[in-house]
């Protein structure tokens, strides 16, 4: 059956509305933003722009409609972020992150805990709303980010512990990279959604949970904002959690013990990188073999070999991903991963 890639008249006015916006409100701000020295200040003078993009259901439309999002198609999503990208992929980094953390809720939490977290980010009467996703390290050996979830137990992998204590959590480590961890006056987003090991005597795939920092929790640090050559309006931080407590009803439930779904397996490569065992042949994908139920229902094969659509690509193995050539899009999450 043939696929028609024409817009509807609604993705048409969305795509025009973002692009009004980016014109017009969000690309008067910027070069006064990027010429700013202090990366701090540079991301802190975008909050105009961010606020109007609030109210234009940019910020929060990928979470569920209802508890207040806009459960925005992945067309509709591109077709945001490619107008605002063309201004300052920066900016469109920083709407990007709320999603990439809160998204973990949507996913694997409850209802009580949607309706706790979501609604909130989703209705925020001032617009200001940020949440951070905090799991990126500093690199080192034995940790790193870049072996998350490497089999070996602790120090292995993710170092920002978690240890239940009395009904709470309590958090020690730091974390590097982070975006939109240190919200918009360094003392923090509205809430940060880390990732943080929960179990030390166990490898990166059952010792791993998400827990909910809410902003003011004692013992949360921003060390600094780091600067950076590109993504300049996009807030990067250095974070130190020294004894932090949060309450245990805090973690996410479907991630405990259990890191989320969208980590695994996946890493950004550039054409041509990867091995035949663990590379989509087009896509910038590096995927696990027993990752990927793509766009066509069914299971990619070791070597990614073409699907029946003949397209060579494969989806990554969540919910809204798809694969990455077709613009179809997949069912729900396959919980049997």
């Not at 292995?156 to 239940?164: D, K, N, Q, S, W």
């Amino acid at each position: 059956m043939a696929i028609d890639f024409r817009l509807t008249k609604e993705q048409q006015d969305l795509r025009d509305t973002a692009r009004d916006f980016a014109q017009n409100v969000l690309a008067p701000l910027v070069p006064d933003a990027d010429a700013t020295r202090d990366p701090h200040e540079a991301f802190a003078k975008t909050k105009p722009a961010y606020v109007e993009s609030y109210k234009l259901g940019f910020a929060m439309g990928f979470l569920p409609k209802e508890y207040g999002g806009g459960s925005v198609s992945n067309l509709d999503l591109q077709l945001v972020a490619e107008e605002i990208c063309a201004v300052d992929p920066g900016f469109a980094t920083t709407l990007l992150v709320n999603g990439l953390g809160l998204m973990n809720v949507a996913w694997f939490g409850t209802d009580a805990e949607k309706e706790k977290w979501l609604r909130p980010a989703c209705t925020d009467a001032k617009g200001e709303y940020l949440a951070g996703w905090v799991v990126s390290e500093a690199g080192g050996r034995p940790g790193g980010t870049a072996n998350f979830d490497a089999p070996q137990p602790s120090p292995v992998g993710i170092g920002l512990t978690a240890e239940l204590m009395n009904g709470e959590y309590v958090l020690n480590g730091r974390k590097y990279w982070p975006c939109n961890a240190g919200g918009w006056d360094k003392q923090g987003a509205d809430v940060n959604v880390c990732i943080v090991r929960t179990d030390k005597t166990k490898g990166g795939k059952e010792g791993l949970s998400a827990i909910m920092v809410p902003r003011g929790a004692p013992g949360f640090r921003v060390e600094k904002v780091i600067d950076t050559m590109g993504h300049r309006l996009c807030q990067n931080n250095s974070l130190v959690f020294d004894n932090v407590r949060v309450p245990e009803e805090n973690i996410i439930s479907g991630t405990k013990g259990r890191r989320p779904r969208h980590q695994q397996g996946l890493h950004v490569v550039g054409p041509g990188r990867g091995d035949r065992r663990s590379r989509c042949r087009q896509s910038r994908l590096r995927i696990h073999p027993r990752m990927g139920q793509g766009s066509h229902g069914r299971w990619c094969s070791a070597d990614h070999a073409t699907p029946a659509c003949g397209l060579s690509a494969v989806g990554c193995g969540y919910e809204d991903r798809g694969c990455a050539l077709s613009l179809l899009e997949i069912g729900p999450i396959p919980r049997s991963l």
